[in-house]
Structures are given as C-alpha cells and as structure tokens.
C-alpha cells in the first residue's frame, strides 16, 4: 500500500510559478513510476505528467510541456511538480497517483491516489 499527500497548491497569478510537492508513506515507493493530474471545475481528470521509477524518464501532456516539471527524490519518497509559466486554465485541483507501469496517462493505470491539492491561477 501507498498512501499519496499533496501539498503546495495556492493561488498565483498569471505568469507565475509553484510548486506542488507529493509525499508518499511505504517503503516501495521506488517501485512505482509516479503522475500528476489536475481536474478542473465540470471537466474530466487529465493527464499531466509522469515520471519514471528513478526518475530518468518523464513524458508530458502537450499543454504543460516546457512550463511543467517533474522531478523525484526517492530518499525522500517525495515526487514534485515544479509549474511555470502558469494560465488561468492551469486552475484544477492537482493530484499524485502512483503506477507499476510507466508512461502511463490514463487515471485507470494508477493504484494509489493522493486527495489533491487546489491550484488556482488568476489572470
């Protein structure tokens, strides 16, 4: 079992930069390539963001690609998501999931989930 909290969310204004950070308990924290998802207001969840199990390998969804980074610290069991750059259509609620399977953007691939964390961008 993986238990998931996010932290970091906030409210920013158009153009600026947070970061949201996501600790997991367990010790196989390693064993589990980790994504970011953001659900917005009467929307669908969508995918963001996954990095791989050390974290050499990252892939991410078209509209966060070159303002959004993920980086992970599995001493710490901690994963993050670094936003730059944001929008106002950045506004959701930011959630963490853990996979055995990388590259992955489908919510249905991930076994363990955070609560989220309220990112809301102003313009």
Same mark, same amino acid.
Request: charged share 20%; proline share 3%.
């Given at each position: 079992?993986?238990? +998931?909290?996010? *932290? &970091?969310?906030? +409210?920013?204004? $158009?153009?600026? =930069? +947070?970061?949201? *950070?996501? $600790? ?5 924290? *390693? ?10 207001? &009467? ?10 199990? #050390?974290? &050499? =390998? /990252? ?9 959004? #980074?993920?980086? !992970?610290?599995? *001493?710490? !069991? ?6 730059? =750059? @944001?929008?106002?259509?950045?506004? $959701?609620?930011?959630?963490? $999931?853990?996979? @055995? ?6 919510? /249905? ?7 989220? /964390? @309220?990112?809301?961008? =102003?313009?």
């Amino acid at each position: 079992q993986v238990q +998931l909290v996010e *932290s &970091g969310g906030g +409210l920013v204004q $158009a153009g600026g =930069s +947070l970061r949201l *950070s996501c $600790a997991a308990s367990g010790r196989t924290f *390693s064993s589990y390539c980790m994504g970011w998802f953001r659900q917005a207001p &009467g929307k669908e969840r969508e995918f963001v963001g996954v990095i791989s199990w #050390t974290g &050499g =390998s /990252t892939y991410y969804a078209d509209s966060v690609k070159g303002r959004f #980074t993920i980086s !992970r610290d599995n *001493s710490k !069991r901690t994963v993050y998501l670094q936003m730059n =750059s @944001q929008r106002p259509e950045d506004t $959701a609620i930011y959630y963490c $999931a853990a996979s @055995q399977y990388h590259a992955r953007w489908e919510p /249905t691939d991930y076994d363990y989930w955070g609560l989220g /964390t @309220q990112v809301t961008v =102003s313009p």
